[in-house]
């Protein structure tokens, strides 16, 4: 199950009434995208005399991107916003299950995955009055990572059941991420906005390993294992540099 939404605005206006100036602002909410790569969910089975084998790979993802600019001015607008890589971005995940069985072996695996992303970039860097609007305002990652990162992830169950084994193994991971930035750096009246603003945010999660292993079993043994990871990130960064007056 895939969710992807991404809304993306830029309203950097110069609008004149009794002041004089040129637009020529700069917005954008260049490489925001939301993005899903490499997904593999496996199970094989081999089953042998009275095995019963279940095997299961569950994934959720939803992934939210709402970029915004609206850097306005009255009199010249020179403005630069921007939300350089604002996105969400889960890569390479892999899910695994391999069971093997004979005589009695009952075998379970199971893998379950649950993602949820979330980004809100803003820009409002404006300016009112007789004043030049040059404000640098941006939320761009100066950094090789992104807003909102998840991957590689591996959750893997191997089994091999021989005698009267019974089997169960289980990974599960939750992971919730939020990232807020918002530049507000306003000026108004007579003055030149030469505000410069910047929240280079992301949160990060790379590299998530879980994995069960049961071989060679014979007898009576039972084994249960269990994986379980959750994680909930939250970050919000906000500038607001305002002036008013001359």
């Known amino acids: 199950s895939f969710s992807q939404v991404m809304t993306l605005n830029n309203g950097c206006d110069a609008t004149t009434f009794t002041d004089d100036g040129d637009n020529s602002a700069t917005c954008s909410n260049s ?67 391999t ?25 409002s860097c ?15 990652d100066a950094g090789p990572a992104f807003n909102n990162l998840i991957g590689p992830v591996f959750q893997g169950n ?14 599960i991971i939750d992971v919730t991420q939020n990232v807020e930035g918002t530049n507000d750096c306003d000026e108004g009246n007579t003055g030149d906005n030469n505000a410069e603003c910047s929240t280079a945010i ?8 879980q994995t069960n292993d049961v071989a060679s079993i014979t007898g009576t043994d039972t084994e249960d294992q269990s994986n379980v990871f959750t994680v909930n990130q939250d970050l919000v960064a906000t500038n607001n540099c305002d002036e008013s007056g001359l």
């Open 158 to 171: 191997d089994a091999n059941g021989a005698g009267n084994s019974v089997v169960t193994q289980s990974n």
């Open 99 to 123: 069971a093997h069985g004979d005589e009695f072996a009952f075998i379970t695996q199971s893998n379950d995955a649950t993602f949820n992303q979330n980004v809100d970039l803003l820009n």
């Open 31 to 97: 490489a925001a995208d939301n993005q899903l790569q490499n997904v593999g969910q496996f199970n094989t089975a081999t089953g042998g005399d009275d095995v019963l084998i279940d095997q299961e790979n569950n994934l959720v993802v939803t992934q939210v991107t709402s970029a915004n600019n609206n850097c306005d001015s009255t009199g010249g607008n020179e403005a630069s916003c921007s939300n350089g890589n604002a996105g969400n971005d889960i890569e390479d995940i892999t899910q695994d299950n």
């Open 126 to 140: 404006d300016e009112s009055g007789a004043g030049i609007n040059s404000a640098d305002c941006d939320n761009d």
């Open 202 to 209: 992301f949160n990060n999660i790379d590299s998530i390993t």
